[in-house]
C-alpha cells in the first residue's frame, strides 16, 4: 500500500510540473509595443510636416526711441549711411528695423534710391518700422513712380509690402491702384498683401473684382484676346489669389466661395457694416 502511495504522489507532482511547463506557451507574455519610427528628413515619408508660423522667428518688438537718443543714434550711424561700402550701408539700415523714431526717417528714405539693390530693399523694410506719414509718403512716391515700376520692380514690391506696416495713408489705395495693371505679378501681389494687412476697407471692390479666375464674359465673342493673353491673367491671378481671398476674409469676416457671393452679401448684411459694391472700383 505504502507503494502505491508513493507512485500517485509521483504521478501527481508530474502532472504539476507538465502544467507548470505548458502554461507559458499558452498564455505568452504581452508583446511590448514596437518603438517610434525614426521620422525622416523633410520630404520623405515620414517626416514631420513644417509649420511656417512656429518656423518663422518672430520680429522683434519695435524700439521707441525719446528725442535725446534718436538723435545720439541718429548721428552715430551718418558716417555708416554715406559708406562708399553697401555693406556698411545695409548694417545701419538693419537697426531702423527695431528703433522707431520720426527723425529716421528722411535719411532713411535717401537710401530708397540706393545704387544697391540690396541696400535699397533694406531701406524699405526700415522705413515700413516708422510708422509715420512722411514714412508713408516716401515709401508710396517710390512704389508708384512709374520708372521705378519699370526698372526695379523688386524694390517695389519691398516698397509697398513696407507699406502694410507703416500705413498707406489718405490716398495709398488709389496710388496703388493706379499701378496695378501696368505692373508685374510680384508688385500686384505685394499690393493685395499691403491692403489686406491694413484692412483698407475702401479697396473692397478692388479685391472682389479679382477673386475669381480670370475668363473672358463670353467665352464664344470673336472679340475676346487669344489663349495666351488669357494664359497670362491666370499666371497673374494664381500669384495673388490667397491674399485676395485673405484680404477679404480680413476686411469683412467671412470667407466666401465667389464674386458673386461677395456682391450679394455687400447687398445684404454687409451693407450695414459699411460695404459697398461697385464693379471696377
Known sequence: ????????????????????????????????????????????????????????????????????????????????????????????????????????????AALLKDKNADVAKLA???????????????LLDYATNPKNVAAEPEIVVEAILALGSAGLGKKGYERLSEIFEDADKFVKSAIFQALAAQKEKKAFSFFVDHCDEPQPANPNSGSNPPAAYWKAKFEEWNEYKQYVRRGLKEMTGESLATAKHYVDWAAGPGKKLGFVYRSGS
Do not use: C, W
Open 1 to 108: 500500500m505504502a507503494r502505491l502511495a508513493l507512485v500517485r504522489i509521483a504521478v501527481a507532482l508530474f502532472a504539476l510540473a507538465l502544467l507548470a511547463a505548458v502554461a507559458p506557451a499558452q498564455n505568452p507574455p504581452p508583446t511590448p509595443p514596437a518603438p517610434p519610427a525614426p521620422a525622416g528628413k523633410p520630404g520623405e515619408p515620414g517626416a514631420p510636416k513644417a509649420d511656417p508660423k512656429k518656423d518663422e522667428p518672430a520680429a522683434p518688438a519695435p524700439i521707441v526711441d525719446v528725442s535725446a537718443d534718436a538723435t545720439r543714434l541718429l548721428r552715430e550711424k551718418e558716417a555708416a549711411f554715406a559708406d562708399k561700402e553697401p555693406r556698411v550701408r545695409a548694417e545701419a539700415l538693419e537697426t531702423f528695423r527695431v528703433h522707431r523714431n520720426e527723425i529716421y526717417v528722411k535719411p532713411i
Open 124 to 138: 524699405a523694410k526700415a522705413l515700413g518700422n516708422q510708422p509715420f506719414p512722411k514714412s508713408t509718403d516716401a
